[in-house]
């Protein structure tokens, strides 16, 4: 798994390559951190290169939406691989997480807020 990250006003987005596996939850949970301690008003996960996150990291992604709803944070995935796609259609991750199909649509429904 590879990760970098970017903050544009107060939108913090964190880029992920690569399958993210319970073997990966310390350093996702890391990263997601790391972006929630800089009080950005929106964390956005873009997952366009994993195509494959196992049931903990969908767990932890629960408890990152629940933290970010606590601190009036918002909180979304996009521009999912189109294999992990279909595993948030089958989970219906979508009625929970927002999905956007890219960053730039991320970005003006945030700062629409």
Do not use: W
């Amino acid at each position: 798994m590879e990760v970098s990250s970017t903050r544009t006003n107060g939108i913090a987005i964190i880029f992920i390559k690569g399958s993210i596996t319970s073997k990966d939850r310390k350093c996702f949970q890391n990263h997601i951190d790391s972006a929630l301690n800089d009080d950005p008003i929106h964390l956005n996960l873009n997952l366009q290169g994993v195509p494959i996150v196992d049931s903990g990291i969908i767990g932890l992604m629960m408890v990152t939406r629940n933290r970010c709803k606590q601190r009036h944070i918002g909180f979304s995935v996009s521009c999912l691989h189109p294999q992990l796609q279909d595993d948030f259609d089958l989970l219906n991750l979508g009625t929970l997480i927002p999905i956007y199909a890219t960053d730039q649509d991320v970005m003006a429904s945030a700062e629409n807020r």
